[in-house]
């Protein structure tokens, strides 16, 4: 399969991922508290893991150990501070969507520009390299599936009809497939590999700043133990296909 038709493929894939908040109003309140910041925990791991143990090594071997590439690291960090600092935005991964949230609309809006963002990135590593795609592809995945059930929810939450909020969260999504497809057709007048420390700084970002603070606020031993358990198994999970690759 070409590389265009990988990064179409994973842009759907992607995409798709946001009709997953649908469970969300399916499931008990403590259901989903009880199994989402697990999957939070997991996702923080899984990102920091991609970043420190598959993109920045291959943006040194693609591009040498220089500067630039640390440059590029904060960059990808910077935007999505920028992001979240100018819209007001901010992720809930918690079934009680009470606290401080933007409106619907806000919440799309800050959705498609971060999905775009990502797509960038993740355009940029099948761009490098299929299978550094796939990692940024999987790891980026597992922050989407907590995020979309925490959007779905605030929309829903804002009062917004649940075939209405679906359709919107999904076309928001597919800014990840446009940002991809700009990353592909930059390649030639650009150097993508970039893009690699670029998503390193964004993964490092939403797992320090979005996730980790979610499940620190776990208060019984039991609650802490599970989430730092799914938290050291995102990591061990990127060391080993980094040692298998």
Not at 141 to 148: F, G, L, R, T, V
Not at 180 to 185: E, I, K, Q, R, T
Request: proline content about 3%.
């Amino acid at each position: 399969m070409s590389t265009l038709a990988w990064i179409v493929v994973s842009g759907l894939t992607m995409s798709s991922l946001a009709l997953v908040g649908a469970v969300s109003v399916l499931m008990p309140s403590a259901t989903l508290e009880r199994i989402l910041l697990p999957i939070v925990g997991f996702a923080a791991g899984s990102l920091l893991g991609g970043a420190f143990f598959h993109m920045l090594p291959e943006s040194v071997d693609a591009l040498d150990n220089r500067l630039a590439i640390y440059v590029a690291l904060v960059a990808g960090f910077l935007a999505f501070f920028f992001l979240e600092q100018f819209l007001h935005w901010h992720h809930c991964h918690r079934s009680d969507h009470t606290t401080h949230r933007p409106l619907g609309h806000l919440i799309l809006l800050a959705d498609g520009l971060h999905n775009f963002i990502g797509g960038l990135a993740v355009g940029g590593a099948f761009v490098v390299d299929v299978r550094v795609g796939l990692v940024a592809w999987l790891v980026a995945a597992a922050h989407e599936i907590p995020q979309e059930l925490g959007d779905f929810g605030v929309l829903m939450h804002s009062g917004w009809q649940r075939r209405s909020a679906l359709a919107w969260n999904f076309a928001s999504a597919l800014t990840f497939l446009l940002g991809s497809l700009v990353a592909y057709a930059i390649a030639d007048q650009v150097e993508v590999a970039y893009l690699l420390p670029f998503a390193a700084g964004n993964f490092v970002y939403i797992a320090a700043a979005d996730l980790l603070p979610e499940i620190a606020r776990e208060e019984s031993a039991a609650d802490k133990l599970q989430t730092t358990a799914a938290f050291l198994a995102g990591l061990a999970l990127l060391f080993a296909a980094a040692q298998l690759g």
